[in-house]
């Protein structure tokens, strides 16, 4: 990075820092059934709008965790787990990053903020259900706007993205009285410590940025990611054939009843909500039998087991994220604000639908500091499924090419996101040593 540039850069964390209110803390429970030992909870309270001296605050919640007695690695900085979704919860899916982080969860202590907007800090949610069994949409756009009425009154729609989770992350690293922080950021929360490292590059040790969401303007619902990974997962099969059958269900949806939590449901399959399945089973290769076998039942106009069971999964998948903290991010960081127009295929209905989506709602001004490259200097590694179809590793290899220094790890069978075995002896001998040095390009 040439020297002007990095000026401007730490300028930018100088001031962001002046104009940040000291943070609060204050201890509360642990959620149940949790470490007693090991786990410490507690609020951190910032201002909804740090624009607005003295306007409405809301609460972080914050989990620590502390290794074993006599586990600590002597000198070892915190990690901080960066959840994706957007809007999933860090505290909730604390088990996952202990998986994924193999050895270090028990050598590092671990820090869980929930975002802004996500698990239990001021979360923004809603539920689309009621909507979804007459309409063949996963956004309602009915629903769409009274999620966004109701939580507009009680929060600021355009205070919610990535720039306000930046700056609530420096908020808990001082709070907690950190000098210095390894990030693991997955998918979208790798977007997050992004933009942490170009703000505070001092107080990053490494950073981890697994399956990352990057600075783009582009849909994250289509693309030639998602094209490669459909025609690889159909085996040779002619991928119009998902066309076809959602050209089918255009003309006649299927109302298809399914598990949802402890009761019986249903929900419209048309070609919008056909289209949503199918993608969610594309992220991971170990799903692509019943990404066929849901294809069949689709092209078959059947309404089986296989269809009531991808249901099933989207709801369980969608109760651990705040829709509105979803919607918000990917249509201000997302979505162009005038559309590209793109040829008619499946990834076109899922892009259109949130283009549709993304005229009602607030949203946020990026800021000044958006698609800026971290210093060269932050020890950075990279970890993508080559079959990735939203976050492509040649994305992540490009971008990693950009810092200087940082390395790109491709999991040669992987999709997006994974506690693949080989990448965490990668992570684990990374943030021991904070050097990319020696780490492999490759690993099954």
């Not at 201002?47 to 007695?69: C, H, Q």
């Not at 270090?104 to 909507?131: K, M, N, Y």
């Not at 994305?395 to 965490?424: D, K, N």
Request: hydrophobic share 40%; proline share 7%.
């Amino acid at each position: 990075m040439p020297a002007d540039a990095k000026d401007v850069t730490q300028l930018l964390g100088l001031l962001a820092q002046l104009v940040s209110t000291d943070p609060s803390l204050v201890k509360t429970a642990c959620p149940a059934g949790q470490d007693a030992v090991r786990l410490q909870c507690r609020w951190v309270e910032v201002a909804e709008d740090r624009s607005r001296p003295g306007g409405r605050t809301i609460r972080l919640f914050v989990m620590r965790k502390e290794p074993p007695s006599g586990e600590r690695r002597p000198g070892s900085a915190p990690i901080a787990f960066l959840n994706g979704g957007p809007g999933r919860s860090a505290t909730a899916d604390a088990w996952w990053a202990e998986l994924a982080l193999g050895s270090l969860a028990i050598t590092h202590s671990l820090v869980f903020a929930d975002q802004r907007g996500t698990g239990s800090s001021a979360p923004l949610d809603c539920d689309f259900w009621p909507e979804r069994k007459t309409s063949d949409r996963r956004f309602p756009l009915a629903a769409v706007r009274r999620c966004r009425d109701a939580l507009a009154s009680t929060a600021a729609l355009d205070r919610y993205g990535t720039a306000d989770a930046v700056m609530d992350l420096e908020a808990v690293r001082r709070a907690l009285g950190i000098e210095q922080l390894n990030l693991y950021g997955i998918s979208y929360g790798a977007r997050v410590a992004l933009g942490y490292a170009v703000l505070f590059p001092g107080r990053v040790r490494s950073m981890v940025l697994h399956s990352p969401a990057l600075f783009t303007k582009t849909s994250e619902v289509g693309g030639d990611a998602s094209r490669r990974a459909l025609a690889r997962a159909l085996e040779g099969q002619d991928p119009r054939e998902l066309d076809a059958a959602l050209g089918e269900l255009a003309a006649a949806p299927l109302d298809v009843p399914f598990q949802r939590w402890s009761r019986i449901d249903t929900a419209r399959v048309g070609p919008k909500v056909g289209a949503w399945l199918l993608r969610d089973l594309l992220y991971d290769p170990d799903s692509w039998d019943d990404l066929r076998a849901s294809l069949r039942s689709l092209r078959d106009r059947r309404a089986g087991p296989v269809l009531a069971a991808a249901l099933g999964d989207f709801a369980r998948a969608e109760s651990g994220r705040s829709v509105g903290a979803f919607i918000g991010v990917t249509c201000t960081e997302d979505i162009p604000a005038i559309p590209t127009p793109i040829a008619v295929s499946w990834t076109s209905v899922l892009q259109e639908e949130f283009a549709e989506v993304c005229r009602e709602w607030p949203r946020a001004l990026l800021p000044t500091w958006w698609g800026r490259t971290p210093p060269s200097d932050v020890p950075t590694l990279f970890i993508s499924g080559r079959w990735d179809p939203v976050t492509p590793a040649d994305s992540a290899a490009s971008f990693a090419r950009r810092m200087g220094s940082a390395q790109a790890l491709v999991i040669e069978r992987g999709g997006h996101g994974g506690t693949w075995e080989c990448a965490i002896r990668v992570v684990e001998r990374f943030v021991e040593t904070g050097s990319s040095v020696g780490l492999p390009a490759t690993c099954d």
